[in-house]
């Protein structure tokens, strides 16, 4: 094939991965669209439940008083039973009666509910702040993007909740959707799923164990590695919770999913392949030469390509794998401390956090540093685990020991 033959084969290739990141583009806005809409049903669904216990409340004092109305009407009747006067005297008798019954009725009256309406006002903010926004989101492409990402804020998110039985120590995190973010709290022994616009937490889910790492298998779906040596895979509907389980006979810490192929690491010295129901496929620990690959395997991640996996040894070096298990390269540091966490920004770059130096750090194609993109000066302490979120551009830095997630904005 001749140079033109290359240049046309080339382009026909952009083309197609154009046409292709179109329409992935294009799902996101939809999956974001839905994500608000099922923010604001659930607002809805609280508000209508507001309206009804109130209604419920007004209607049960009204109820007591109708009650307590027609018996004092019927009060007011003479007894056919009773004593027989004269018409006259029981005339007089009987408005009497009348107007003393009218007094104390018009006092308690006074004194009971006098409105019937319930009203609802509703928060001008929700709509003004929308208003505020003139699209979804950022459109960002390939070439608008600099070679190396820049940091101009960063923020702290409080992820404690009020049932947390101890400081958080989020081990790991994982996009489950646009806008979503899995926090894997090890220490108190949950998930919460947060939403990094609003930075709120949208809801959680207790496990039976200690949980460490989680990756997505579909949109509605993610498996999570627990300190038992189970996978438990999890729903994502409205509410988080358990479906099946797979049992192994060796620990899982790091998780990666790629091709109906769950990828773990047992936080020692093995990457193990596994399929979806538990089957072993591989078991990789040594290179071609019989050397050993780990000492202390942590996190995992696919490459935006899909071609490679990316793993996090905490003895300062990433080893990277094709898909088949093959040993291809090694990334290693001399800034970088107890290499734990590992994330890619689904343009080709990756980032990668040293837990004891106490940075994050860029990088990008061909292994090539970029730059550090946080340092203790940041107010970084012990980088667990990281996660991109592309359409915020945000870098989510979990810390061990630590109620806060670091949030860089990068441009």
């Known amino acids: 094939m001749n140079q033109m033959d290359k240049n046309v084969t080339g382009k026909i290739t952009l083309l197609e991965e154009l046409n292709k990141s179109k329409e992935e583009a294009i799902n996101a806005i939809k999956e974001f669209v839905n994500e608000i809409y099922t923010i604001l049903k659930r607002l809805e669904k609280e508000s209508i439940l507001e309206v009804e216990e109130i209604f419920r409340e007004m209607e049960s004092v009204f109820e007591q008083e109708r009650r307590d109305a027609e018996t004092e009407m019927l009060n007011m009747k003479p007894s056919e039973n009773g004593p027989q006067i004269s018409e006259e005297l029981s005339n007089d008798v009987k408005i009497g009666s009348d107007c003393k019954f009218t007094r104390e009725y018009m006092v308690n009256a006074r004194k009971s509910s006098s409105q019937a309406k319930i009203i609802f006002n509703e928060d001008s903010n929700i709509r003004e702040t929308l208003c505020q926004f003139k699209s979804l989101g950022t459109v960002l492409t390939t070439k608008s993007r600099p070679s190396a990402y820049s940091v101009s804020g960063i923020k702290d998110i409080n992820i404690r909740l009020s049932s947390d039985f101890g400081t958080c120590n989020v081990s790991d995190a994982c996009l489950v959707g646009p806008n979503a973010l899995l926090l894997v709290d090890n220490?108190?022994?949950k998930l919460k799923r947060m939403n990094i616009v609003s930075e709120s937490i949208l809801d959680q889910c207790d496990m039976r164990a200690h949980p460490y790492c989680a990756c997505a298998i579909s949109k509605q779906e993610v498996a999570v590695t627990l300190s038992n040596n189970t996978i438990q895979f999890m729903s994502l509907g409205n509410t988080m919770s358990p479906t099946r389980q797979l049992n192994f006979s060796h620990c899982c810490y790091g998780i990666a999913y790629k091709d109906d192929k769950l990828f773990i690491s047992d936080s020692s010295c093995s990457l193990y392949v596994h399929d979806m129901t538990g089957?072993?496929?591989q078991t990789i620990f040594q290179d071609t030469f019989g050397n050993n690959l780990f000492e202390y395997c942590r996190q995992i991640v696919i490459s935006d390509k899909?071609?490679?996996?990316?793993?996090?040894?905490?003895?300062?070096?990433?080893?990277?794998?094709?898909?088949?298990?093959k040993h291809i390269d090694t990334f290693v540091d001399l800034n970088m401390d107890q290499v734990n966490g590992v994330s890619t920004d689904g343009r080709g770059n990756v980032f990668a956090c040293g837990y004891a130096s106490r940075n994050v750090i860029q990088i990008?194609?061909?292994?090539?540093?970029?730059?550090?993109?946080?340092?203790?000066?940041?107010?970084?302490?012990?980088?667990?685990?990281?996660?991109?979120?592309?359409?915020?551009c945000v870098l989510f830095v979990t810390q061990g020991n630590s109620d806060r997630v670091k949030a860089f904005q990068l441009k």
């Open 187 to 189: 220490a108190n022994k």
């Open 279 to 281: 089957q072993l496929v």
């Open 306 to 325: 899909g071609d490679e996996i990316f793993v996090s040894d905490r003895t300062n070096r990433l080893r990277i794998f094709d898909l088949e298990g």
């Open 364 to 392: 990008g194609h061909n292994l090539r540093k970029k730059m550090i993109i946080a340092k203790p000066s940041d107010g970084l302490v012990n980088p667990y685990s990281l996660c991109f979120a592309p359409s915020q």
